[in-house]
């Protein structure tokens, strides 16, 4: 059974700190899930009050080998980053131990990665990796994914599966929100209204499948 935890890194045990240093109010945020391999070229966003003021040579950061950035507006930049691999950071630690990279966002100087492993081994694997190579990781979060095996099982259709996958994938139930739902109904090619109707109607059958008994004799009583 699959394993996600989620981990708090400082802003130096990662490539891209001097984005930090030279904006004041900042967020990174991976793009998507990106396969973390040796020849893994992730896309973030970088999110500020003025994207004009970052120095998008990032020669200095050791971490990194070239940066490209893809668009740019007044207040976001999509930027494409290719690594130095041969500097340890946690990105490296992610590549070299079993885990899965499913989202990242940096804020405040700090980081906050979500990974998935097949077992909790690797989970240890991982921050062992960290500890041998002096990279400081606070585990915060720790669960089993209990994966649906199928709609009926919770009587989800198709499309509330769907959508309730999507956004929690896309980070949606976090806060801050990682999507909104236009977000998701561009992704689904769908109406925000449509979204926000498989959200609400899903999350309530989770909750009528999982939480409250349909057996009236198992009905809490009010004294």
Known sequence: MAIEASFIVEDSEFPLSAVFEHLSSVTIELDRVVPTTTAAIPYFWIYTDDTTKLNTNLADDIGIDHITVIDQIEEAMFVRIDWNLDHESVLTAIINTDVTLLSGKGHGGQWVFKLRAGEQAEISTFQTYCRNHNLSVELTQLHLVSPLKNR????????????????????????????????????????????????????????????????????????
């Not at 009926?152 to 499309?159: A, F, K, N, R, V």
């Not at 959508?163 to 980070?171: D, I, K, Q, V």
């Not at 090619?189 to 009528?208: D, K």
Request: hydrophobic share 30%; net charge negative; no cysteine.
């Open 152 to 223: 009926q099982e919770y009587d989800l259709t198709t499309d509330q599966r769907t959508a309730l996958e999507l956004a929690y994938n896309r980070g949606y139930f976090e806060s801050p929100r990682g999507a909104t739902q236009e977000d998701i109904g561009s992704e689904l090619g769908i109406t925000r209204q449509a979204v926000s109707s498989l959200l609400q109607r899903g999350i309530g059958q989770l909750i009528a499948s999982t939480l409250v008994s349909t057996q009236a004799d198992q009905s809490p009583r009010i004294e």
